[in-house]
């Protein structure tokens, strides 16, 4: 079947594009407002914009009422941020964080998530994440305001931090960090199953 991208509802949309781009690496995204309330989210939209110089890349998609989440208002205040890797360990823990909570309320405290000063940036990091990437806001794009569009926002990475039983000489051992990614609806996927193919 054959869908015209430009008569679906935005509910059809969404469900066809996340039901199909998959999987999708999560950005569990840490920041700090203005008031000093530690905000803490998930994010699917997410991927590499830039080796060189290093820039990571989420979309912010807007909110039916049209309200900005705490994390895009906190970027635009504070412009820092820490984004998370997420593997099967910290799956509970970053579900536990996609609740809708009041802006004076920390996700740190309601899903009982330590967390530990960050390296370089203000807003503080997952204790028990492996790899985290401490980033400065670079841009903010606007794609859309309406509901379901969004905000494209590029993020400049100034730290990494890879926990060391996962580096290896060539880098990160990623069979290791046992990645989840995310699905379509309440989906996510492991990645237990693992392929190499040469390029040729």
């Known amino acids: 079947m054959n869908f015209d991208a430009k008569t679906l509802s935005k509910r059809d949309s969404y469900r066809l594009l996340t039901g199909g781009i998959t999987p ?26 830039s080796c060189n110089p290093p820039v990571l890349l989420y979309t912010q998609v807007t909110q039916s009422n049209l309200l900005e989440k705490d994390t895009l208002q906190n970027l635009k205040d504070t412009k820092e941020c820490v984004v998370h890797i997420v593997n099967e360990s910290l799956m509970e823990m970053m579900n536990q964080t996609s609740e809708s ?49 969004g905000t494209i926002a590029l993020l400049d990475v100034c730290s990494i931090y890879v926990k060391d039983e996962l580096l290896t000489e060539s880098g990160v051992n990623d069979r290791l960090l046992d990645t989840v990614g995310k699905m379509g609806g309440n989906g996510y996927s492991r990645t237990r199953d693992y392929v190499e193919l040469e390029r040729p």
Do not use: M
């Not at 920041?31 to 530690?38: A, E, L, P, W, Y």
């Open 24 to 49: 999708r690496p999560i950005a569990w995204i840490s920041t700090q407002s203005k008031q000093g309330v530690d905000n803490l989210a998930p994010y699917s939209f997410f991927t590499v914009a």
């Open 101 to 149: 909570l009041a802006s004076e309320e920390s996700e740190f405290e309601s899903a009982g998530i330590e967390k530990v000063a960050s390296h370089r940036v203000t807003p503080f990091s997952v204790a028990q994440s492996l790899i985290r990437y401490e980033c400065t806001l670079r841009e903010l794009i606007s794609v859309s305001e309406l509901p379901s569009g």
